[in-house]
């Protein structure tokens, strides 16, 4: 079983920046993408980033702003999601899931409890 934790939610004004981190316990499979979600109070559960084991970075949201990028950590299994002139519209709870893909692509998902990110004045 893969523990997900992530961390670094909190409060901050509209321009703000926050930094979101996402660690996975060990797992030993070589193929795996570190997905970011994002739910708003009321709404659906929406993609944000997701990086894979190869380095492939795709951004969902805003992707022409540049205002989310996400990265590799250094050491371990961490991934970060930089996010920056945030909006009130950014309010959300922030999951991390950690997609493994095993021997014929059989995919498994692990999901972390989420981090609350408040973008307000």
């Known amino acids: 079983q893969v523990q997900v934790a992530e961390s670094g939610g909190g409060w901050v004004r509209p321009g703000g920046s926050l930094r979101l981190s996402c660690t996975a316990s060990?797992?030993?499979?070589?193929?795996?993408?570190f997905i970011w979600w994002r739910q708003p109070p009321g709404e659906d559960r929406e993609l944000v980033a997701a990086?894979?084991?190869?380095?492939?970075?795709?951004i969902y949201v805003d992707p022409e702003q540049g205002r989310f990028a996400i990265s590799k950590g250094n050491i371990g299994k961490t991934v970060y999601l930089d996010m920056n002139n945030l909006k009130p519209e950014d309010t959300a709870m922030y999951y991390c899931?950690?997609?493994?893909?095993?021997?014929?692509?059989?995919?498994?998902?692990?999901w972390g409890q989420g981090t609350q990110v408040t973008v307000s004045s």
């Open positions: 990086i894979s084991s190869h380095g492939r970075v795709t």
């Open positions: 060990e797992f030993t499979l070589n193929t795996y993408t």
């Open positions: 899931n950690v997609a493994l893909y095993g021997a014929g692509d059989r995919r498994t998902d692990y």
